[in-house]
């Protein structure tokens, strides 16, 4: 694929998270135009799954959705913060656990037509109860599932959030295959 010239760029705002930008550029074909987006230090997502299998979720207030959405926990990142380093506060600030396995399951890009941000998706396990301190802004109630539970939940749209979405589909492979071998 042919690249995009940029032509100039222009900030917005910016925090230690996102910045709100606005880029002149130019098409291969000389066509000029104006693109506004969002620049992400990136995001994590963990997958915590217990010694018995469970699945642990958070519901949490979104206010721009107005509404309480389950998620696994995640979070944004500063700029230079090493992913696992950020999935391991997330995991004790939002879930209540510590990992004494971390699996990476990949990563994906939350919504690539708006923001650059890549969200980094770890499969968390050994937990152990830890210690956290939510985020002034953060309110959660903590919620445990099987793995089939999980599965209905995002089936019947009770899950909606895409970030978690995306999260099980690459944790499905992982989860599953192991039930197989462990049936097998």
Do not use: K
Request: proline share 4%; with cysteine.
């Amino acid at each position: 694929m042919r690249r995009w010239e940029r032509l100039s760029n222009e900030v917005f705002f910016r925090s230690p998270w996102v910045s709100f930008e606005h880029d002149r550029y130019r098409l291969p074909d000389g066509v000029e135009g104006d693109y506004f987006y969002v620049r992400s230090a990136g995001a994590v997502m963990v997958v915590p799954i217990d010694r018995e299998g469970g699945v642990h979720l958070v519901r949490q207030y979104r206010y721009l959705l107005d509404e309480d959405s389950l998620e696994f926990p995640a979070g944004g990142m500063r700029g230079g913060v090493d992913p696992v380093e950020q999935a391991r506060a997330e995991l004790r600030e939002e879930a209540g656990f510590e990992a004494g396995e971390w699996e990476p399951l990949g990563r994906f890009a939350s919504w690539n037509g708006v923001t650059n941000e890549i969200c980094h998706v770890f499969l968390a396990r050994d937990l152990a109860p830890a210690a956290g301190e939510p985020d002034t802004t953060e309110e959660f109630e903590r919620i445990r599932v099987t793995w089939e539970e999980l599965l209905r939940m995002a089936e019947t749209n009770e899950i909606f959030d895409g970030m978690t979405l995306a999260s099980i589909a690459l944790a499905r492979r992982v989860v599953e295959g192991e039930r197989g071998r462990a049936e097998g």
